[in-house]
């Protein structure tokens, strides 16, 4: 019964934290965040990472994005695929050099520091997601390109982890043809479904007699879409991402908004928003304070400028330009799975292992006062 102890204080603790947080004038999520690093192993011990823990907040991470994916304005999305193609790239290039420049530094071998660079590529915009909601900016420009870019990103990193696994992973070789070929695959069919198949599918199903159809209906889409994006070698983020903007195309828009945000924000996005700072541990770390300071400087900086100068070449201001440089510097989950996966195959040194999860984590614990800053 340990988990209903473990839900307790998840959701007493980031609902008070978020208020505190709010009333200190930061969004409320950077207090979520903190309380997972407090009830964690790192301070209080209160809360232990295990499974529960991380089925409760893998659902509460693709809620999220579903929910960011039904708000999203299509149009707006359009009109700015190219700042997203180009914040993307910026915001792989200067990370990439600057991981592997650190890794240089540090006497990595050629193949680990090339790996600390796909690290830094990452970007998990799931808590900028958050941010921009609670500041009502989701929809603008910035918002849309920042969600853009995201999705160009996650294949970009992709792609990247493959080739360096093909040449130095300890794992099966990885043909990269056949890894592009199923990212294809994957937009090709979520474009098709989300034409011919969504929006009958909620016909058929939401007028069903049974309680909560529709709801239900949403749900069976947005974990379709998730469990084939991961088929397809694609984080499970960005199927419901894609599922959220299929069902926006329908009627159904509104009601599945009012009904799944409750079920998100009351149980499984707090779960997420903790697990995040489960995985930080001061143990060891003594030896590691010049490494994953530099590490985390680099890291924040690198994907600044690179998504900024991006933005700013295809035609955003300075100030916009900011503010999508800002909101790619959360790492998140994303290089939390590909810190773990390196590990596993011998590319990330496990010595280094905890200062690179410390640095991904101070990455998306500054991702929302500053994001919140530079929209000022």
Do not use: C
Request: net charge neutral.
């Amino acid at each position: 019964m340990e988990f209903i102890l473990y839900l307790l204080l998840i959701l007493l603790f980031t609902k008070l934290a978020g208020e505190l947080s709010v009333r200190l004038g930061q969004p409320a999520v950077l207090g979520k965040l903190i309380v997972g690093i407090l009830l964690g192993p790192a301070v209080l011990g209160w809360v232990q990472d295990g499974e529960f823990i991380h089925y409760m907040s893998e659902i509460g991470v693709l809620l999220l994005m579903f929910i960011a994916g039904l708000e999203t304005d299509l149009d707006q999305l359009r009109k700015n695929w190219k700042s997203a193609f180009a914040v993307a790239v910026g915001g792989i290039i200067l990370p990439f050099a600057g991981g592997y420049a650190i890794g240089e530094w540090f006497g990595f071998a050629y193949h680990n520091a090339l790996f600390l660079g796909v690290i830094l590529s990452a970007t998990s915009v799931s808590i900028s997601v958050q941010v921009l909601k609670e500041m009502n900016r989701l929809n603008t420009p910035e918002g849309s390109t920042i969600l853009g870019a995201a999705v160009v990103d996650d294949i970009l990193v992709v792609v990247l982890l493959a080739v360096l696994m093909s040449f130095f992973g300890t794992g099966d070789d990885i043909s990269i043809s056949l890894l592009i070929g199923k990212k294809l695959l994957f937009f090709a069919v979520a474009v098709l479904a989300g034409w011919l198949v969504v929006p009958r599918a909620m016909r058929w199903l939401a007028p069903l007699r049974v309680t909560e159809a529709t709801i239900t209906a949403a749900l069976v889409i947005l974990f379709g879409y998730a469990y084939f994006a991961e088929m397809m070698g694609m984080a499970g983020i960005i199927g419901a991402f894609a599922a959220g903007i299929a069902i926006a195309q329908t009627s159904f828009k509104h009601v599945v908004e009012s009904k799944v945000e409750p079920i998100a924000y009351s149980l499984f996005v707090p779960v997420f928003f903790v697990s995040i700072g489960l995985s930080v541990s001061f143990e060891g770390l003594g030896s590691q304070i010049g490494f994953m300071v530099v590490l985390s400087l680099v890291a924040i900086l690198a994907k600044l400028l690179g998504g900024g100068i991006g933005a700013r070449l295809t035609g955003f201001n300075t100030r916009s330009s900011l503010v999508i440089g800002t909101g790619m510097i959360s790492r998140g989950e994303v290089a939390l799975i590909i810190a773990a996966t390196g590990l596993e195959s011998g590319l990330l040194l496990p010595q280094y292992f905890t200062g690179v999860i410390i640095a991904v984590i101070i990455t998306t614990l500054v991702t929302p006062p500053l994001l919140k800053v530079a929209f000022r």
